[in-house]
């Protein structure tokens, strides 16, 4: 059983920064690649995020790809999510989740444990 809380959330300018972590409970961290969504009212959940647990290769959706870092410290089981150049169009709640099975990190249905998210907005 993994357990996952998201902090850091918040309301920003465009164009300003925030950073977003995520903490895991449990001694198996590295067994877990990390994913960071975000869901907009009245749209579906969408991958925005991830870094594998073993050699942490990262993957970006475009709309954030240049803008957003995303990192993890195994020594703290946090994942972290750098988010600069925000715009309005970031504004959702964001999640975190935990996945172990094989297949395309961008694939919400492979998560199997997941965060209560932050809520990000961005004003205009």
């Known amino acids: 059983q993994v357990q996952l809380v998201e902090s850091g959330g918040g309301l920003v300018q465009a164009g300003g920064s925030l950073r977003l972590s995520c903490l895991a409970s449990?001694?198996?961290?590295?067994?877990?690649?990390m994913g960071w969504f975000r869901q907009a009212p009245g749209k579906e959940r969408e991958f925005v995020s991830s870094i594998t647990g073993s050699d942490g290769s990262t993957s970006y959706d475009d709309s954030v790809k240049g803008r957003f870092t995303v990192s993890r410290d195994n020594a703290k089981n946090t994942v972290y999510l750098r988010m600069n150049s925000l715009k309005p169009e970031d504004t959702a709640v964001y999640f975190c989740a935990a996945k172990r099975r094989i297949g395309s990190d961008r694939l919400s249905y492979l998560y199997d444990y997941w965060g209560q998210g932050t809520q990000v907005t961005v004003s205009s």
């Open positions: 449990g001694r198996t961290f590295t067994n877990y690649a």
